[in-house]
């Protein structure tokens, strides 16, 4: 029988080059000291900042063991949003309770009562993960939003995008209703049309696409502006193609890798 187990440790020091090396060379020698009770070990997580109490507590020499861990401290509090009731995701974390609340009020106001918003607790320096299963994923099936996405894409409508507003998140436009794009049901689109989508932005908002669907975003007055600064000196469907292949991928986008 195994068992795997999570510590978490209040160390006297934020250099991460110091910790990171005491950390290894500690677990490397402990793994060697209890000969096969421990079997093997990794950190998890990131290194994370205790709370404004227990800082001080340090500070001041009046730290009381095992406060660093309660709940009140020990805990990253975010929110768990239920987009619609059906997609969720998570912002935070919050030093307080009074932050996370006012977070949530806010979030409340700005978008109606459409959304799910739950407390989410996890120790500090843990990020959880949280994704929502397709259609079909559940009914071993084609999912509808997907089907619908992967058609209106072939006929030329990207159906997937966002205002240029902070906070603005990706929708699929579907029967009237905005639906929160996440990374499982764009895989599924992608899967279906064969092709990775990119982020087009215009002035107003921001558009998924395919590559090919983007360099017809791409104006000939635009090209004969590059061509006049001397930007390029390709004729202007070899200069449109080089614009498109620089476009950040729709992934990469929702996965917070670029802006």
């Known amino acids: 029988m195994t068992k795997i187990i999570t510590v978490q440790l209040l160390l006297a020091s934020d250099s991460e080059i110091e910790i990171e090396s005491f ?3 500690e677990l490397e020698q402990l793994i060697a000291a209890t000969k096969g009770m421990i079997i093997d070990g990794k950190v998890i997580g990131e290194n994370a900042e205790p709370s404004p109490a227990v800082l001080e507590a340090v500070r001041t020499g009046n730290y009381i063991q095992g406060n660093a861990f309660d709940h009140d401290n020990g805990s990253a509090r975010r929110l768990l949003i239920m987009a619609g009731d059906v997609s969720p995701y998570i ?3 919050y030093d307080s ?3 996370r609340l006012e977070a949530a009020r806010i979030h409340r106001t700005v978008n109606g009562d459409r ?5 989410l607790d996890v120790p500090r320096g843990i990020d959880p993960f949280v994704e929502a299963f397709s259609g079909a994923d559940l009914d ?3 999912d509808p939003l997907t089907t619908f996405a992967i058609e209106e894409f072939m006929a030329g409508r990207p159906p997937i995008s966002r205002l240029n507003l902070p906070g603005a998140r ?3 436009d579907y029967q009237g209703d905005e639906v929160l794009v996440n990374s499982a049901m764009l895989a599924s689109i992608e899967q279906g049309l064969e092709t990775e989508l990119v982020r087009v932005t215009a002035t107003m908002q921001s558009v998924f696409m395919s590559r090919d ?14 061509r006049k600064k001397g930007t390029t000196t390709k004729d202007f469907e070899a200069w449109a193609e080089t614009m498109a292949s620089t476009l950040p991928t729709a992934k990469d986008v929702l996965s917070g890798i670029v802006d």
């Open 91 to 93: 912002i935070g974390p």
């Open 23 to 25: 950390i290894k060379n």
């Open 97 to 99: 309770e009074d932050a």
């Open 115 to 119: 959304d799910g918003i739950y407390m």
């Open 213 to 226: 669907q983007a360099k017809s975003s791409f104006s000939k007055k635009d090209w004969a502006k590059a």
């Open 140 to 142: 071993g099936g084609a």
């Open 170 to 172: 990706y929708c699929l």
